[in-house]
Nanobody, 122 residues
Framework: VQLQASGGGSVQPGGSLRLSCVASGSNFNIRIVGWYRRTPGKPRELVAEITSDSIINYVDSVKGRFTIFRPNDENTMYLQMTSLKPEDTAVYYC?????????????????WGQGTQVTVSS
């Protein structure tokens, strides 16, 4: 399974961006999706996730501003980001985990997207 992320860019504070991430492969089932971000000198941070129980979690700093969604449980996930702040500047990575049924038996997999830069600056 491979992930392809897109949608990053540069915006002014208060602006919005929507990140997309498409999973491709054959005969797989996604159980967990998430978005992480990394800024220089800081550890990777979980921004938002949808767990295997369909529970949605956000890091406190983005609650009320970001929305993670995956319409109809398709192989595309989104991160809608509004009211962006300079401290949201980071490289954002999508993540997914689940089961691959393309072999003779189901195998757990996890995969990362390539990262997309989000810059919030006036």
């Amino acid at each position: 399974v491979q992930l392809q992320a897109s949608g990053g860019g540069s915006v002014q504070p208060g602006g919005s961006l929507r990140l997309s991430c498409v999973a491709s492969g054959s005969n797989f089932n996604i159980r967990i999706v998430g978005w992480y971000r990394r800024t220089p000198g800081k550890p990777r941070e979980l921004v938002a996730e949808i767990t295997s129980d369909s529970i949605i979690n956000y890091v406190d700093s983005v609650k009320g501003r970001f929305t993670i969604f995956r319409p109809n449980d398709e192989n595309t996930m989104y991160l809608q980001m509004t009211s962006l702040k300079p401290e949201d500047t980071a490289v954002y990575y999508c993540y997914t985990a689940g089961y691959d049924y393309s072999g003779t038996q189901a195998e757990f997999f996890d995969a990362w997207g390539q990262g997309t830069q989000v810059t919030v600056s006036s």
